[in-house]
């Protein structure tokens, strides 16, 4: 059998995961989502043109669902459907609350943030509580229950966590975690099973997630609980001790030398190399987000914002050095990691517009990061300040830089400039074949709050 699918398709890795624990083998030839998802000979397979798409012997299927029962229904021994028709249609209950309650609210979180769709805070506050109240739902299920359904990992387990996986590494942070620890449990229980780990590798979640509620503060000890102490018995003084002693002067102290004051010049310094270690953080941070798009959807390219930077050119690029810098095994936290993917920032100011290229070597056939800027710069009246020059990163390649003045008189705002710019880029980037298709959207104010909402845009 064949899977055709891109890289990091859940609904694809649910099925692959399935066929792991059934002991089926199932070949993944390379795919392009974009270009071999429109071929003729695809089409004839899924007339929608979704993936993923199961080839067999027999024929082919096209729905993800379909092709996941499918899998699972394969061998009986392994109970990866139940060991009984109340199990199996347990199976289906969750299957089927997959995706109605956590498909579409993670997709609205997580859409936004890959640049699949336009960013809507209401939307995305609107998905976070219909998370939340799903999340709610397994958490009284998992407080009792290993597992979804019977006392091992079965179809359900496997869906359910492949549907809040992307959640797991790109949003859930621990303040939204703490209410659901028996959730947390139960997904990591599952992602670290030798099938999970052969499909998917080592799963990196989130910085800040939690396998614990917080510990119980410890109970306060009321006046009633404390055992009283025996009054200390008054100790008559002595007629000696009755006489006050005579005060001897204190030595003077020298006084202190007070230390010269900063000047103007040192106090700038001070605050801009502060200022720069934030933004190198900043870069950091927003480089692992990128790291877990790329990993999530086979991304090669992305486009996104900065906000320190504040529309200094000089500021954006050392964001973009950071975003690409390797990780330090020692430090806490994961920084940089996203060298291999190429990218376009933007940061907008009151003054300019800041804009960064970057391209790793090994990318630089499909995408020249000359020509990707200046199409963005034709797009917004921009100009190249930095050419391509060689660029600081572990994985080589090139970066540029430009700038878009500010000219409120003709009304030209960098904030709006912004905007026209990224989606430029990614304009640019789907006329390569770099990044996935745009859903068609004639109202970006409007939600389709459906099952097949995102499986519209091809990503079934």
Known sequence: MKLYSYAGNTHALQSLIIAKYNGVDIEIPPFEMGKDNKAAEFIAMSPMGKVPVLETADGCLCEATAIARYVARIRADTNMYGSTFFEAALVDQWVDFAKNELDLPVGMWIYPILGFITSNPKHTAGAQEDLKRAMAVLQAHLVSHTYLVGEAVTMADIVVSCSLLNAFKLVLDSAFLTPFPSVVRWFKTCVNQPEFLAVLGPTKLYAGDTSSPPAAAPKAVTSAETPSKPPKEKKEKTPKEEKKKEKTPKEEKPPKEEKPKE?????????AAKFKAKVIKEGGKKGVEIEGASDMGGLDFFCTTMELPDGDAEMLLLSMTAMNADPDPEAEDRKGCSGHVGKMIFSAG???????????????????????MNVVCEAVAGKVTVPATKAESPKGGLVIVATVAADSESGKFPIKDKDTAMSTAFSFLRSKGAFPEEKDDDDEDDCAYGDDAFEEMGFA
């Open 263 to 271: 000047s103007e010049e040192e106090k700038k310094a001070k605050e």
């Open 350 to 372: 009151t003054q300019q517009l800041a804009m960064v290229g970057y391209v790793p070597e090994d990318k630089a056939a499909k995408v020249d990061v000359t020509e990707w």
